[in-house]
C-alpha cells in the first residue's frame, strides 16, 4: 500500500505497481484511465488507492474520455494522470497536443506494447516517434523520461509530476511492457521536489479577482508566431535545464552503444562482454528522451568511430543519434521490432560484425 511502502525499506513490486504507487505518493489527486494491457494494473492499483485516500478516481467510457478529464483537472493547477498504451496513447493524440498549447501540467503514463494498428500486447519501443515526435497538429513538444528498471519507474514518475507543473508542460513517462510487467526490489522514499505553486493561472473560480481563460486558439497569425516563439523559448529552456543520460565508459570507447528504457540492461551487459574481449565499448542511455542528449552525442562523435543503436523497433531512435553525430562517423542499428529486447550475445555478435 503507498503509505506502507514511504520507507528505506526494500519492496518487491511489479513496474506497473510501483508506478502507481509512486504516482500517489508524489500528491496525485486525480487519475482518469481506461483498461489496457499492459499496463491495467496501474487503474487497478488507483481505484482502490484513491479513493482510500479522498482523491479523484475515474474509470472512464474511453482513453478520449480519460485524457481529456485529465486536462480539465490539470487546468485547476492539481496533479492530474493517466495511463495507457500504444494503440491507446494513439487515441489521444489531439488532446496532447491541446494540453501542450494550453501550457497544462498532465502526466502521462505510456506503457509500450507492440504495434502498428492493435498490434500484441508484447514489449515494444515502436512509440518512441510517438512519444517524442507527436501525433498532434502543429508545433509541440512533450517531455519524456525512459526508465530502464522498477526503481527508475518510481523515481521518474515524482521527476514526471515536477517537471510537467515547473514547466506547465504534459510529461510522458514512456515504459514497455516488460517494465510494466517485471517485479523487482524497489525503496519508496518522500516525494524529493519543491511543489510548484500554480496560483498565478489555475482555474478555480473566479474568488475576488478577474476571471481567467486558458485557450489555445489565436484568431491572428501574427499573435500565434508570436505564441508559438514564446512557447518553443520555453522548450530550449527545458532542453538546457533538464536534458539527463547516463553513461559508462565513453573516455576511451571506439565504439559507442546507444539505447533506453528496458533495452538498456542487455546493453549494458553486452558491454561488458566486449570489454573482457578486448574492445574499447562504451554506453550512452538517453533518460530524457525529449530533451535529448544530441550536445553529449556531438561531443562523443569526436573521439568515438562508431556508434551502434539498440532498440526494439524498427529502428526510430536511431534517427536521433544520427542527426546529433550529423554524419561525422558511422551510426549502424541492431534491433528485434517487438519482444524482449536482443540478448546480450546477440548484441556482441552483431557489434563484432559491424567492426
Same mark, same amino acid.
Request: charged fraction near 25%; hydrophobic fraction near 35%.
Given at each position: 500500500m503507498a503509505t506502507e511502502c514511504l520507507t528505506d525499506k526494500k519492496v518487491l513490486m511489479k513496474g506497473n505497481y510501483a508506478i502507481a504507487n509512486a504516482?500517489?505518493?508524489a500528491g496525485c489527486q486525480c487519475y482518469f484511465g481506461y483498461p489496457i494491457t499492459p499496463q491495467s494494473e496501474i487503474g487497478e492499483?488507483?481505484?482502490g488507492k484513491m479513493q482510500e485516500l479522498g482523491r479523484a478516481y475515474v474509470s472512464a467510457e474511453s482513453e478520449l474520455a480519460a485524457i481529456n478529464m485529465t486536462i480539465g483537472a490539470a487546468s485547476t493547477g492539481v496533479k492530474a494522470m493517466s495511463s495507457s498504451s500504444s494503440c491507446a496513447v494513439a487515441l489521444m493524440q489531439e488532446a496532447l497536443s491541446y494540453a501542450a498549447s494550453d501550457q497544462l501540467p498532465v502526466v502521462l503514463v505510456s506503457v509500450m506494447r507492440g504495434g502498428p494498428g492493435l498490434g500484441n500486447i508484447y514489449p515494444s519501443q515502436g512509440d518512441y516517434f510517438q512519444a517524442?515526435?507527436?501525433g498532434g497538429n502543429g508545433d509541440y513538444k512533450l517531455i519524456v523520461l525512459a526508465p530502464s528498471t522498477v526503481q527508475e519507474c518510481v523515481d521518474l514518475t515524482y521527476k514526471a509530476f515536477y517537471l510537467a507543473h515547473k514547466y506547465k508542460n504534459p510529461t510522458v513517462l514512456l515504459a514497455d511492457g516488460l517494465l510494466g510487467q517485471m517485479m523487482e526490489p524497489v525503496t519508496f522514499k518522500p516525494y524529493p521536489? %519543491? %511543489?510548484i505553486?500554480?496560483?498565478?493561472?489555475a482555474l478555480t473560480g473566479a474568488k475576488a479577482r478577474d476571471g481567467r481563460i486558458i485557450r489555445s486558439y489565436a484568431p491572428l497569425a501574427d499573435d500565434q508566431c508570436v505564441y508559438l516563439e514564446q512557447l518553443f523559448n520555453k522548450y530550449r529552456q527545458i532542453e538546457e535545464n533538464e536534458t539527463e543520460w547516463e553513461e559508462r565508459?565513453?573516455?576511451d570507447a571506439d565504439v559507442v552503444l546507444v539505447s533506453f528504457g528496458s533495452t538498456s540492461r542487455n546493453v549494458n551487459t553486452a558491454a561488458k562482454i566486449?570489454?573482457?574481449k578486448g574492445v574499447k565499448v562504451g554506453t550512452l542511455r538517453p533518460i530524457t528522451l525529449f530533451p535529448f542528449p544530441s550536445k553529449r552525442l556531438q561531443e562523443l562523435s569526436k573521439t568515438v568511430k562508431k556508434f551502434v543503436v539498440v532498440e526494439v523497433n524498427m529502428g526510430q531512435m536511431v534517427n536521433d543519434v544520427r542527426l546529433a553525430v550529423n554524419?561525422?562517423?558511422p551510426v549502424e542499428l541492431v534491433h528485434k521490432p517487438v519482444g524482449t529486447p536482443p540478448a546480450p550475445d546477440v548484441i556482441v555478435k552483431k557489434v563484432e560484425e559491424l567492426i
Open positions: 504516482a500517489v505518493l492499483f488507483m481505484s517524442t515526435k507527436g521536489y %519543491e %511543489e505553486d500554480n496560483s498565478s493561472w565508459d565513453t573516455a566486449l570489454r573482457q554524419g561525422r562517423v
